[in-house]
């Protein structure tokens, strides 16, 4: 029987990149996104698999819990599950909206942390499955101008890493995938275009790929990219309060 993977965020960018991914190796998937337009027409184009599609806004409350319940009903189970949805913003913390941060923190935060929570429980009674966090290099250090966001991702990729240890013994792996920039919606969505970091943004595909190879051999970190890694690793080795204002210094405009 096929195996199962759920991908949030799966309607574009590097969520859609990981639903070819794994149609490629004959997956089944379910996939998450609020646009049920896109779920539908991303169905009808993979034949060779069985794909379920739940239109859900991740950032309510309880909305993973809502995922769950349906998955229940029908009797699938998770074998992989990629918390891939998220979204950032740039601006100064007091004048952007805080309804909008709020909901970040939702989706990035607390959806991600209720799906492995629910999803937890079969996987080490099967001692197997597989999780991948998507995080970000936001993750090593302080983001001014996006001070939620790369809070959001730093938390991600504490929670990732605190739970890999928790499983040592289990057949279930986490992976936090941390792209730096990469073309896809996210640059839209968070009005980074026109910012030094986003001058030299990988293509979703790649970083995908990275990303899906990694989970599949059970790495723990997976840092895209040989600049983001250097960025990544020298954040470590810096005070914070160096390492904040370089990451403000990439936030301004090119
Ligand atoms: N691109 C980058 O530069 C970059 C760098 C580092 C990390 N990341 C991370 O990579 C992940 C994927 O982002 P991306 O770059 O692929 O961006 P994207 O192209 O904007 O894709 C975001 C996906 O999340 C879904 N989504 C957004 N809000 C949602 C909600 N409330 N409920 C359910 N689904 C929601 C969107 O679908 P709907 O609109 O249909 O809901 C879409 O499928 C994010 O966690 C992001 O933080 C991105």
Known sequence: MNKTALITGATSGLGYEFVKLFAK?????????????????????????????????????????????ELENRNIDIDILVNNAGFGLLGNFDELDINKQVEMINLNITALTELTYYVLPKMKQRNSGKIMNVASTAAFQPGPLMAVYYATKAFVLSL????????????????????????????????????????QAMTSDIVAKQGYDAMMKGKRVIITGGMNKVGAYTAKFFPRSIAAKLAKYVAGEK
């Open 25 to 69: 190796d004959g997956y089944n998937l379910v996939l998450v996104a609020r646009n049920k337009q896109k779920l539908e027409e991303i169905k009808q184009s993979f034949k060779n698999i069985e794909i379920t599609i739940i239109s859900k806004d991740l950032s309510l409350s309880g909305a993973a819990k809502e995922v769950f319940g």
């Open 160 to 199: 990732s890493e605190a739970l890999v240890e928790e499983l040592s013994g289990y057949d279930v792996t986490i992976t936090t995938l941390c792209p730096g920039a990469t073309k896809t919606n996210f640059g839209a969505v968070a009005n980074v275009e026109g910012t030094k970091m986003f001058s």
